[in-house]
């Protein structure tokens, strides 16, 4: 989550334990204690979501440098495989086309290219191995290969677990907002005559906005979401 739905993350939890303070008046079964309810709800939601949120981040970092590891890999043994063609063109002129190296090219694009190295470097591969490749070079370019396309999956796995994390909490946050709105209403229509409980229901309800370096602001009146967002 951002500073901001961290900071209505936590207000909806004062306003959760305001309903506590002030069972009496929302007994249970009655549509304000159903509202509260609904809140404490949201809160136990917006904490499980940001969990998966915060461990899909994590996964998506960690199998960004797993991807980058193997595609550096990838292309290490490509070079190899383009150079000794370099080498070859001299009697075979034209071959050095057929394994150039590629540049600033994609994922999908560069894999693609792997497995036609690998698939063209068959007919040549004695003349290749002569030069020094392994006698395994073309599988290991293979697997190489394979590894790099499973290292693009796992990122996009965890990319999706993040993104479908961050949705659930951007729903759950306009829920608890819709509900706290409604209880603003109902907390100031039920007690009017009572300043210690619209106090206390004054600070609940508050949401400061976090500047751009994530301060709160100096001056002015803290967000009031329930009422006036």
Sequence with gaps: MDTLDTKRQEMFIRVREFGVQYAATFPAGSYGAGLF??????????????????KGRSSVRESSASKSAARDELLRRMESVSRTARVLAYNTPGLEDKFRMPRGVGDQALLTLARTFASDARPLKAEFTKRGLGADF??????TAGAFDSAINQKVQHRGK???????IDGLIERGLRIARELDALVRNTRPDDP???AAWESASHVEKPTRRGRHKSSG????APAQT
């Design 196 to 198: 210690p409980a619209l």
């Design 37 to 54: 309810e609904q809140l404490g709800e949201v809160v136990e939601n917006l904490r499980a979501h940001s969990l998966e949120q915060s």
């Design 162 to 168: 993040q993104v479908a994390a961050t949705a659930a």
């Design 221 to 224: 009146s803290p967000e009031a």
């Design 138 to 143: 073309i599988q290991e370019l293979d697997e």
